[in-house]
């Protein structure tokens, strides 16, 4: 006890004496510090007292702090000039233009370092280390430091705020396109943000959405105002009375063409490798082209990784994995991801729910049909390949590859097992996709890239007996190949020019063959080709809060017309307040490859569109024009938005077929007319989220040929629709639960007479006269996060989902289809939507 007593006291003893020679000051006046340094280190200073009047200090005297030390920190954080001479002088003084400073400071951007960022001084470059960090000595002190770097703005900074040894820390602000000032936050949930342009979903920061179990990428934008979906499919997306085939599909800056699996029940993109995706459905920006409805276009990571991150996981119709990795930190990295379902070896009760669904009326589920056995295979599958490497300061190359196919084999005996019938469907889509970015001067960048698509969908039945083999077959392919081309040029922090050059080849064929007993038959077939240059002039102007305008210019060329065609492109945005704001747009577009019903009834009935070109014989280019006025209003968590359009497209076409004939098929042209309204409010409070959206919608055809050349429905007008839906977090669990009502899709009623003779005839009066039955559902999903272990970067989500709560025996279609074996006569059934289907998760990130 006496030694504890002893050591203890005489820890004290030290203690004070070693304390005794500290002496601390916190933010001290500058003429209290300098007479404690003078006797602390026996110097002397020489000043003026206005110098340093105002001039504050936080310093530590301590012995083992050299004097030079002290004053480079003194001189840091009074930016004043301590200059030590012989025998402990120091003159204080101003700093002099002519005066070198040394400089330092570490640069960040939402919390992650700024690697081999550039720094220009003058004439001289530098750059920081890979944490970010920098030191550069001899730095005028009067000098202004550009600093750039990929991802983030340009960011001026004077050198004398940054004087070693005072390294502060440097925020720099997030690089964003001139047009993605946000005006909605959270639009439907978290992780969804709307300006005036476009709406942008980022997939790390989306909350769950009604009904999605997974962040799908199509399946998020049914959601959005304006947008339908009339065959509750991934890839069914109407947008404003837009066909589903007019809208823009970009992966990575590749056009896609099979934009779904399982016959359009979920997106063919693996979500948890795309970062972002925006959605565009007004003032589309001149550099897209190719399209007259929307835009989606999804971007994987831009930039190589820091650290090795992936995930992996299941539900009840796949499974996948992915893996970031960095090769060389911060300079090469790659990303693969794979997908796969499982059906084939094992038909879970959502499998089977969907696959009712997608089978309803084909011979794989028809009751009628009389097979002694039968069997049915099918699966789908999607790869991707992301790399980033970034050889220099100023320069970044990407490669991105995608590929997705489905696969259906459906064998089936008759009853006497005389006859084996097989179907065979295979749909895939590839993708090949090489970019450079540049950044020549700190405000003028390039982008450039090449791109290869390839779509592929191959379908033949067949009928093999003793008396030999009956084959049917169709077969759709396109190989899409073009260049793009854009410069940037920041001309200051508010206005912003883009020009650029497009070129595009594509050669798309289609083909129906029926062969019997060795003769085959050519029914219908077709190859185009076609060459588009485009060039395009963009200039914007952004105010935040204040205002935003936009207007471009793109010109096209096609090689099937000798026509130049000029597309104007306009968008205004107007802040009355700052929560509250109007925008107008304009937009004129053109398209020259879109889906046709196919000209032979598939003996599956599955898959039943076909791509084709524009010609000079019967497919004409389309063109459309949008006008848009809106406003919109955001305060105290609350947010309503209320947009109108006009939509006019010429060049449609249609299939005439003739009801008592079907052998009898031509093309009819006509235009659209579609006008509405989209209405969103919402109210958001700490854990609970509401919004409700309205959507009106009249879309007209007219047709000089067709209905008397009177206008009739289009085929996916929607005239009323209402999604209400609902968001509550609690801790770790989140829930989500989403209604959805409109009206029934037009068709047309169908009538049937019998002669004398026992022939059936039919008739119709007008086209699309009637409407399906009123259509209504609800959805829920929810999902639980948890971290088990230690390690808190491994995080397990759990998921449940179920469509159609309770069970709503909603019609969606009108199935017309030709009995051969009996006089060509018409059945006409219902289509039914998918019926409550539950859904499994289960995921690891790490």
Request: hydrophobic share 35%; charged share 20%; with cysteine.
């Amino acid at each position: 006890m006496k030694q504890l007593l002893f050591w203890f006291f005489a820890l004290l003893f030290f203690n004070n004496c070693y304390t005794q020679e500290q002496t601390v000051f916190e933010e001290e006046d500058l003429s209290v510090v300098l007479p404690a340094i003078e006797s602390f280190y026996n110097a002397r200073f020489s000043y003026q007292d206005k110098i340093i009047q105002d001039k504050k200090a936080s310093i530590l005297l301590d012995k083992i702090i050299p004097l030079e030390s002290l004053l480079q920190t003194l001189s840091a954080q009074t930016s004043l000039k301590f200059e030590l001479l012989k025998d402990n002088y120091i003159v204080i003084s101003d700093f002099k233009k002519q005066d070198n400073i040394s400089i330092c400071g570490q640069l960040l951007s939402n919390n992650e370092k700024i690697g081999n960022a550039t720094l220009k001084i003058g004439k001289s470059y530098y750059s920081s280390d890979e944490n970010g960090n920098f030191k550069i000595d001899n730095i005028p002190f009067n000098e202004t430091i550009i600093i750039t770097s990929f991802g983030v703005k340009k960011t001026k900074i004077k050198a004398s705020s940054h004087i070693y040894p005072n390294c502060n820390t440097i925020n720099l602000t997030e690089k964003k396109e001139l047009l993605d000032q946000v005006v909605i936050a959270d639009y439907l949930t978290s992780g969804i943000s709307k300006n005036v342009k476009q709406t942008t979903i980022h997939r790390d920061k989306l909350k769950i959405l009604p009904g999605l179990i997974e962040p799908d990428v199509l399946e998020s934008i049914h959601l959005m105002p304006g947008v339908t979906n009339l065959n509750e499919t991934a890839n069914s997306i109407h947008v404003r009375g837009g066909n589903a085939d007019q809208n823009l599909v970009l992966w990575n800056n590749i056009k896609t063409y099979n934009n779904a699996h399982l016959f359009g029940m979920i997106s063919a993109f693996n979500p948890y490798i795309i970062d972002k995706v925006n959605f565009i459905n007004k003032g589309t920006d001149v550099k897209y082209g190719e399209r007259i409805s929307s835009v989606i276009e999804m971007k994987s990571n831009y930039i190589p990784a820091k650290k090795l991150s992936g995930g992996a996981g299941f539900n009840m119709l796949h499974a996948d994995a992915y893996v970031d990795v960095p090769v060389v930190k911060n300079k090469l990295s790659f990303q693969v991801s794979g997908r796969r379902s499982y059906s084939n070896l094992l038909e879970t009760f959502t499998y089977k729910k969907l696959a009712e669904r997608v089978f309803q009326n084909t011979k794989i589920v028809d009751n009628t049909l009389d097979f002694s056995e039968s069997k049915n295979i099918f699966w789908f599958q999607d790869y991707t390949f992301n790399m980033a490497w970034k050889p220099s300061k100023k320069d970044l190359i990407k490669i991105n590859a995608l590929h997705n196919k489905n696969h259906l084999n459906f064998s089936a005996f008759n009853k006497n097992k005389t006859n084996l019938y097989i179907d065979e469907l295979d749909t895939q889509n590839n993708g090949y996709n090489i970019e450079w970015e540049k950044e020549w001067l700190p405000n003028l960048s390039h982008q450039i890239d090449a791109y290869v698509s390839n779509y592929n969908l191959d379908y033949s039945f067949s009928d093999t007996s003793s008396n030999g083999v009956i084959k049917k077959t169709k077969n759709n392919t396109i190989k899409d190949f073009g260049i793009n081309y854009n410069i940037k040029y920041e001309i200051n922090r508010e206005k912003e020019l883009n020009l650029g050059y497009q070129f595009t080849n594509k050669k798309v064929n289609y083909l129906f063959t029926d062969t019997d007993l060795g003769f085959t038959s050519f029914i219908d077939g077709a190859k185009n080709q076609t060459k588009a240059n485009s060039f395009y002039l963009g200039y914007q102007i952004s105010k935040p809060k204040n205002h935003l305008f936009s207007v471009g210019l793109r010109a096209n060329k096609y090689s099937i017309s000798d026509e130049l065609l000029v597309e104007p492109r306009a968008i205004f945005q107007k802040f009355v307040t700052n929560e509250f704001s109007i925008n107008a747009s304009l937009e004129y577009k053109s398209q020259f490859i879109n889906q046709i019903q196919e000209s032979v009834i598939s003996n599956l009935s599955l898959e039943n569109h076909i791509w084709a070109l524009s010609n000079s014989d019967r497919l004409s280019i389309l063109n459309s024009y949008q006008y848009t006025i809106g406003a919109n209003y955001s305060k105290n968590k609350w947010v309503l938005d209320l947009e109108a359009y006009f939509k006019k497209t010429k060049g449609l076409n249609t299939l005439n077929l003739d009801l008592n004939n079907p052998i009898l098929i031509d093309y009819k042209e006509g235009s659209s007319s579609i006008q509405g309204i989209d209405f969103f409010v919402k109210k958001q409070l700490k854990k609970y989220n509401t919004w409700l959206s309205y959507s009106f919608n009249s879309a007209k055809y007219t047709f000089p040929d067709l209905n008397n050349g009177k206008p009739f429905p289009s085929n996916v007008n929607i005239d009323h629709t209402i999604k209400w839906s609902h968001f509550y977090k609690w801790k770790n669990f989140e829930v989500s639960l989403g209604w959805l009502w409109h009206n029934g899709k037009p068709f047309t009623h169908i009538r049937s007479s019998t002669d004398n003779n026992g022939n059936t005839s039919y008739s119709f009066n007008n086209l699309n006269d009637e409407n399906l039955p009123i259509y209504h559902r609800l959805d829920l999903s929810a999902v639980y996060d948890f971290k088990p272990h230690q390690n808190k970067k491994i995080k397990y989500r759990l998921g449940l989902s179920v469509l159609n709560l309770y069970n709503r025996k909603n019609i969606i279609n009108k199935d017309i289809s030709y009995n051969t074996s009996n006089n060509n006569e018409i059945n006409i059934t219902d289509i039914t939507a998918t019926s409550i289907t539950p859904n499994l998760m289960f995921r690891i990130f790490w």
